[in-house]
């Protein structure tokens, strides 16, 4: 039995064939997907050798399939790049709770509100999750330079120590606060960075014992170390390598 099917883009947008895909399946869930490209040159078109299709492909096509998409959902402001299972967003500067476990600070466990600066959360699912640091309340976009997150817990190039803090299960919009709870709700205990966390007279401990104190209604965003990187590079975003 023929089948036929027409696909009706509107005149402004004539579509042409240009690739197909394979889907090979397996017993216990096993499947694999391969890309081809096609000679048109004939009177019918030919699928040429293929190479594998990854899954990060996958959600390219499934983002620009979704632009045609005759429904929708509110994208949240706070989200600067999602791909594949990479995403970032942004947490904007404002007062929240923090608490250590480090005697330096004065008491074994110490919590307060505190004023936190503006952050950059990059987060892979089942592989890293990082975070910087932006000045300023505005949105940042490609070209907002980063600088050194000035928490414990976190490594010189933005890697976050997860120890046993139980991570958020996908990286989608929705999950976007249960991953800044994931952070703000754990413990922080030591420096991770060798050089300078902040740039604080009396140093780190110094700094953090004079926010838990209420030294500084507002964050102090001088003291932040640059990254010397941008938000761009950090995502590895054309012209901004």
């Known amino acids: ?19 197909a895909i394979l889907l090979y399946e397996g017993d216990r869930g096993v499947c694999f997907a391969s890309v081809h490209g096609i000679d048109a040159s004939g009177k019918q078109p030919l699928i040429l050798e ?13 983002l620009d399939l979704s632009n045609n998409a005759m429904r929708g959902g509110f994208v949240p402001s706070e989200l600067l790049y999602l791909d594949g299972n990479a995403m970032a967003w942004w947490v904007p ?20 509100v505190v004023p936190h600066p503006g952050l950059v959360f990059r987060a892979e699912h089942g592989r890293r999750w990082s975070v910087w640091a932006v000045k300023g309340s505005e949105r940042p976009h490609e070209g907002t330079p980063l600088y050194q997150a000035p928490y414990f817990n976190v490594y010189a190039d933005g890697g976050i120590c997860t120890g046993n803090v139980h991570l958020p299960d996908g990286t989608t919009a929705e999950r976007i606060k249960a991953w800044n709870d994931a952070f703000f709700g754990s413990f ?9 966390l902040v740039t604080y007279k009396g140093g780190t401990f110094k700094f953090w014992a004079d926010m838990l104190d209420g030294r500084h209604r507002e964050f102090p965003e001088h003291v932040l170390v640059p990254f010397q990187r941008t938000l761009g590079q950090m995502l590895g975003l054309r012209g901004q390598a």
């Open 50 to 62: 293929g190479r594998a299709f990854t899954s990060e492909a996958a959600v390219r096509l499934a």
């Open 93 to 112: 500067p404002a007062r929240r709770h923090i608490a250590f476990r480090s005697e330096k600070l004065g008491a074994p466990e110490r919590g307060e």
């Open 1 to 19: 039995m023929k089948v036929s099917f027409d696909i009706i883009a509107g005149k402004e947008a004539p579509l042409k064939l240009s690739q």
């Open 188 to 196: 922080f205990t030591h420096p991770n960075v060798q050089g300078k």
